[in-house]
């Protein structure tokens, strides 16, 4: 009990101790020293002796992210879906656990426009299929989707390490597989979310550990390779040219013996090829056309490479297009795309890059580029520019959408340690788990006021949108409802109507307000369900009996 009244306050006058939030630091940055300088021999011994057994690594490291997480479940309990995109990936789960493609159109689907969801040709999520899989093997396994998510994360900690071992000694290798578990694990937006970058990242460490690989063991790594550029292909389909071109990178200036590997690589990226495929005319009818290019030319055509949407008579603007028009509109005007906007978006993408790297990493940056003379370490640069200025053509950017080099930016942050010497990355990396310890250590112990000062926090913490109150609500009332969900004049991007592949058996059916004069056909539809009224944009969200 002494302990956690230790840590429920960072006020002086207010902790027991009489400790601020710098004496906490200064007190625990001087007990890690000391234990590792007490402890310093016994860790690296057990750790040189661990880092050369992989396996054992891989299963450490796989395993060490999702304990940590579900140790953080008391306080903070597994994530709820909020954003728009994550409604759609569920989707796209709940079609998949359904073992099809995509859904049949709904008869009154007026109702459910939403956010990144198709309606017509057929209803199915907008996005590729690559999360959803991770999302539905989590569902069928253990009954909720976010244990896809988990496992995702898992595999990409310990294949960071496979990937690593690669490149550099096991030891630098576990050292970078500990720094996936920190960057990627338990605190990040991709252990806390159903967005997805887990997936990209690992087809991202089959490719980049496959290929230092091939001159020794030609066609298994060519069979990993070509897993990784098709996973790669089945979660971004536009970031798998990135990596296909990185691979041609380092293919062209290796110089390998092409025709030993190819054939095997081409094979195992097939499967992934036809199911991209099969998806495509699932869901458009159209055997080439991605469910994602079909929601563009429905409501607009893109004109240039903002993305910037023209309403037809046929094809008016929903209201996914029409926020996504204004956004685009007040961000990036009409104009088309020159050197100087697209310069622009680099340099205000920049602070993206520290979710992949913590700060005292950032000390020893300036090391990799005395590497640079060194072939290898310049490919790694030249696929890194690579990734950064291809996704830099796309209007909005987000870590995931680079995430298939994410272990690349631990590779640049492990040679620049070993650069530097053994004693200043014996520093740093006490620094980079002091960092993680302090934070995880808040998170465990429930200090909420230090939370909003951690910036890359993507815990969330509370029901700040109300949906939980909101779905407990509903759940508690007797049989099925229907929810008409009315947005205010101002409403954006959160995104309230969000059903499963089937509707008609879901506990319950979230609509579009349509007016009273529409709002009865679904109700004739769906006579034997309570109906609602959400009001979404009041505070607290209000929802009462739709009369």
């Not at 458009?284 to 079909?294: A, K, S």
């Not at 903002?306 to 996914?320: D, G, K, W």
């Not at 014996?426 to 230090?450: K, P, S």
């Amino acid at each position: 009990m002494f302990l956690f009244r230790l840590f429920q306050s960072f006020l002086p006058l207010h902790n027991p101790i009489g400790f601020g939030v710098g004496d906490f630091l200064e007190l625990g940055l001087a007990a890690l020293f000391v234990l590792l300088a007490l402890a310093r021999h016994r860790l690296e011994a057990f750790g040189r002796s661990l880092a050369a057994r992989t396996g054992w690594c891989m299963l450490a490291l796989g395993a060490l992210p999702i304990l940590l997480r579900l140790a953080l479940l008391p306080a903070h309990a597994i994530p709820v879906p909020h954003i728009c995109d994550e409604f759609s990936f569920l989707l796209s789960a709940d079609t998949l656990a359904h073992f099809r493609l995509a859904n049949p159109t709904h008869p009154m689907h007026a109702f459910f426009e939403a956010l990144f969801v198709q309606q017509e040709p057929r209803y199915a999520s907008i996005y590729p299929i690559g999360q959803g899989l991770v999302l539905a093997i989590g569902r069928l396994l253990f009954g909720h989707p976010w244990a896809g998510v988990a496992l995702s994360i898992g595999a990409l900690c310990a294949l960071c390490y496979w990937m690593l071992r690669g490149w550099t000694t096991p030891g630098w290798a576990l050292f970078g597989g500990l720094l996936a578990v920190i960057a990627f694990g338990p605190l990040c937006l991709w252990m806390n979310g159903y967005w997805g970058g887990a997936v990209s990242a690992i087809a991202g460490c089959l490719v980049f550990g496959a290929l230092p690989r091939l001159a020794v063991t030609p066609r298994r790594q060519a069979v990993l390779l070509g897993t990784g550029l098709g996973l790669q292909m089945l979660t971004r389909p536009f970031e798998f040219l990135f990596l296909a071109t990185s691979t041609a990178v380092f293919l062209f200036s290796l110089r390998r013996a092409w025709r030993q590997w190819a054939p095997a690589a081409v094979l195992a990226m097939m499967p992934a090829a036809g199911l991209v495929l099969l998806h495509n005319h699932a869901v458009t009818g159209n055997w080439t056309t991605l469910p994602y290019m079909l929601s563009r030319y429905q409501y607009g055509v893109p004109t240039t490479l903002t993305f910037e949407r023209i309403p037809t008579p046929h094809h008016p603007l929903n209201q996914e297009q029409r926020v996504d028009y204004e956004l685009q509109s007040d961000i990036h005007g009409r104009a088309p795309e020159t050197p100087a906007r697209y310069l622009g978006r680099l340099g205000d993408r920049v602070r993206f890059y520290r979710f992949f790297l913590l700060a005292p990493l950032y000390v020893a940056l300036p090391a990799f580029l005395l590497k640079l003379r060194e072939g290898r370490s310049a490919r790694v640069a030249l696929c890194l520019l690579l990734f950064a200025l291809g996704a830099n053509f796309y209007p909005y950017f987000y870590p995931h959408y680079i995430a298939a080099a994410a272990c690349l930016f631990l590779l640049v942050a492990v040679i620049s340690l070993d650069r530097m010497g053994v004693d200043a990355g014996r520093a740093i990396a006490v620094l980079c788990f002091a960092h993680f310890l302090f934070w995880y250590g808040l998170h465990l112990f429930g200090e909420e006021r230090m939370w909003k000062f951690e910036p890359w926090d993507s815990i969330e913490h509370g029901d700040p949108d109300g949906r939980i109150a909101i779905e407990r609500r509903l759940r508690q009332e007797a049989g099925r409802q229907l929810v008409f969900v009315r947005y205010g004049p101002k409403h954006l991007l959160e995104e309230w109507v969000h059903n499963s592949a089937d509707p008609d058996r879901a506990p319950i059916v979230w609509a579009n307000d349509l007016g009273a004069e529409e709002n009865v056909k679904l109700s004739r539809y769906y006579p034997d369900r309570k109906l609602w009224l959400l009001e979404p944009d009041s505070t607290p969200p209000k929802l009462t009996p739709y009369r």
